[in-house]
């Protein structure tokens, strides 16, 4: 169990194209998922993606069994091993609209300092299995089908300033929020 070091937005591996996890419940992935939660709890993060830390799985984790002192105003989201993941964006019934998206502030370890708008599907529906091999099925909404969309898109080789559309509305974080501890990155 380590803290690894986080790779930084130019490094090029994480630009690549994550492979799939083919061996549940051993000892080496239960170890790279133990350094995972110890460098996103030690980084404060709200999610973590196996290639930000140079591993190239389709491996992510995210949530907190505690109250994330950089997002004191977000709804908890369940700690979660997400492995193979596949993210359907769901209609939201309650307006008729299709694949709904919001635009909200975000964050990330692999580009510190820095926040953006950023466009997510409102709605969505993840599956994948979890360490053990056992399926994942959840339908989630706001923060949680935010940051599972985010850590997601770290196993396609995507940073979220790629999916920024205003960059007006993307800057340092002590520029954007100057006196606002909950801003920081993801």
Not at 27 to 37: E, N, P, Q, V
Not at 143 to 161: I, M, N, S, T, W
Request: hydrophobic share 40%; proline share 6%.
């Amino acid at each position: 169990m380590a803290v690894r070091e986080i790779l930084k937005m130019g490094d090029p591996r994480l630009l690549r194209m994550a492979q799939p996890v083919t061996q549940f419940d051993s000892d080496t992935l239960h170890l790279l998922i133990s350094d995972m939660l110890d460098t996103m709890l030690a980084a404060e993060g709200a999610g973590l993606a196996a290639p930000q830390i140079g591993v190239d799985l389709q491996l992510v984790i995210f949530g907190s069994n505690a109250r994330n002192p950089r997002y004191p105003d977000a709804p908890r989201v369940p700690q979660t091993v997400l492995i193979n993941s596949v993210i359907t964006p769901l209609s939201d019934s309650e307006n008729n609209a299709t694949f709904a998206e919001v635009e909200d502030w975000e964050g990330c370890l692999s580009v510190p300092g820095l926040r953006g708008v950023v466009p997510r599907f409102a709605r969505i529906r993840y599956t994948g299995f979890d360490q053990f091999g056992d399926p994942i099925d959840r339908t989630v909404d706001g923060f949680h089908a935010r940051v599972v969309q985010h850590e997601c898109d770290h196993l396609v080789g995507k940073l979220y300033p790629m999916r920024v559309r205003d960059f007006t509305r993307f800057g340092f974080t002590d520029v954007l929020f100057a006196g606002n501890q909950a801003s920081s990155d993801d």
